[in-house]
């Protein structure tokens, strides 16, 4: 029997065959075509073509400039997550606080699950004192744009329907910004750490209380979203000190997927160059040593 063929007799024969064609992908060393999908499980070729694009939206699988498909991003986070929840997350821990201290500021890892940017693991500082690990905040932009950056053009224009218009083509362009150079770095408003103060405070309060989950869930939302616009990178190679919030890199596992993103959080308005090809060496080596472990634990079986 092919891998990823329905087994057992099926209650549900769409969703079994949407099962099959993500067992198969995710059972193959190499991408397969659509007409290679539906060969292989049997099914109608415009069937299979109707679910890999549904799942290509989704980031479920990914679509190859030569038109054949492998597993997506999405489907790779929840392989992180199936790894992790086999041991614990010390080692993110661990990575995360040797970054901070590198850099001299606050650190965050963070995955999507669905509509939610999930935190695997934060280090403390003034401005994160509401946030912590395994926090779950509704999705919106800019939050998560390492890993949006890599999905599909449906999922990224969900992302980006997340907020109002005025800002779409600005984020649209940080989409393009992190998918050309890997990383996203962002200006810091004047008035913006008060009120990230503010935030964090209420947050923070809020977690004392059960009963406000919701409401911490919209302000920590809101506290994810306070960035100023994203630098170019002519301008944040200036050798001029520029005002800095955070810095933004996408975390890949070893079958690049953008499965995390790694951020570090400057929050400074004196930044020389410098400091800011510095804290791109040390965000840059983080990412690389976390996506190794990220491979690792991938490869233990339980």
């Known amino acids: 029997m092919p891998a990823g063929k329905t087994r057992t007799a099926d209650s549900s024969p769409p969703t079994q065959r949407v099962i099959s064609i993500v067992e198969l992908l995710a059972a193959q060393r190499t991408p397969l ?9 049997d099914l109608n070729r415009s069937t299979a073509g109707a679910i890999l694009a549904a799942l290509t939206e989704r980031g479920w699988v990914r679509r190859l ?38 850099v001299d500021c ?57 907020r109002g218009p005025e800002r779409r083509d600005e984020y649209r362009e940080v989409l393009n910004t992190l998918r ?17 103060r503010v935030l964090s405070e209420v947050a923070d309060h809020l977690s004392e209380h059960p009963a406000n989950k919701d409401l911490r869930g919209r302000v920590l939302a809101q506290l994810a ?35 995390m993103e790694l951020q570090i959080g400057p929050l400074r308005t004196d930044v020389t160059r410098d400091e ?3 804290y791109l060496t040390e965000l840059a080596a983080a990412a690389r040593r976390i996506g190794d472990g990220v491979e690792r634990k991938n490869n233990v079986r339980p």
């Open 276 to 278: 800011r090809r510095r």
């Open 33 to 41: 075509t659509s007409a290679e999908i539906a060969d292989n499980l």
């Open 106 to 162: 606050g650190a965050a890892l963070t995955a999507i699950d669905g509509e939610y940017l999930e935190f695997l693991a934060v280090t403390r500082d003034r401005l994160t004192v509401g946030m912590k690990s395994g926090v779950r905040i509704p999705l919106r932009a800019p939050a998560g744009a390492g890993m949006i950056a890599h999905c599909g053009p449906g999922r990224q224009q969900d992302w980006l329907d997340t």
């Open 65 to 102: 400039p030569d038109l054949t498909y492998r597993v997506g991003p999405a489907l790779a986070a929840l392989g992180v997550r199936a790894a992790d929840s086999r041991g614990d997350r010390a080692w993110l821990n661990t990575e995360l606080e040797r970054l901070a201290e590198q």
């Open 180 to 196: 050309a150079n890997g990383f996203c770095a962002w200006r810091l408003e004047p008035d913006s750490l008060p009120t990230a």
């Open 225 to 259: 979203t306070i960035v100023g616009p994203a630098y170019d990178l002519a301008t944040l190679d200036e050798d001029i000190p520029l005002p800095l919030s955070y810095i933004s890199a996408p975390v890949f596992d070893g079958s690049g997927h953008a499965v």
